[in-house]
């Protein structure tokens, strides 16, 4: 996997100050991406054993939040395979701390069986992580006044109660 930037002191992308992870890698290619240099797989750096460590670092201090990732797409299938160990380490190592993650599927898409984006990891990444954004950018959509979101069909979906596939409990942050 490879990554375009890290953001140490992030307060755009989820509640209070955060360190941001942008993956590489999304083939929805959404009509007016704020980002389209991140639809490349290889784009940026390479994800490696050292920036795992520079990321854990940067979460440390008591007044970052957590973690949000963010891209690109955490949830292209490569992507995931890549991203599962990282956030294992994360929640194991600050489990105060939340997780967020945006993706341009939805969170249907995610839980169908037979869905190209629904793979092994999937469902333990959906238990891992607090936050979900989920839903494509949607220019015709785009409103500008809208929480940690670009378009008004994207949701943000707290998945903190254990995510449930037969339930698909959600509740969602306005």
């Known amino acids: ?17 955060r360190v941001s992870l942008f993956v590489s890698g999304c083939r929805n290619h959404c009509a007016g991406c704020f980002q389209p240099e991140t639809w490349d797989f ?3 750096k390479p ?3 050292e920036t795992v460590q520079y990321i854990l670092d ?60 629904c793979i092994e990891e999937t469902q333990q990444i959906l238990e891992i992580i607090d936050i979900l954004v989920d839903g494509p950018f949607i220019q015709d959509k785009k ?6 979101r670009g378009s008004e069909n994207q949701r943000i979906i707290e998945l903190k109660d254990k995510f449930d596939l037969t339930i698909l409990k959600k509740r969602t942050i306005t």
């Not at 930037?5 to 100050?17: H, L």
């Not at 409103?143 to 940690?148: D, E, G, P, T, V």
Request: glycine residues 10%.
């Open 143 to 148: 409103n500008i006044r809208l929480k940690f």
């Open 1 to 17: 996997m490879y990554f375009g930037a890290i953001k140490n002191c992030d307060i755009a992308n989820g509640t209070g100050v």
């Open 58 to 117: 940067l979460l440390e201090p008591d007044y970052i939040n957590g973690l949000t990732v963010l891209g690109g797409d955490p949830f292209e299938p490569e992507n995931q395979r890549a991203l599962l160990p990282f956030l294992e380490q994360v929640r194991e190592q600050y489990p105060q701390k939340d997780i967020w993650m945006y993706t341009g599927y939805t969170l249907e898409k995610l839980t169908t069986p037979g869905e190209r984006v």
């Open 42 to 44: 290889k784009y940026g």
């Open 47 to 49: 994800f490696t054993e």
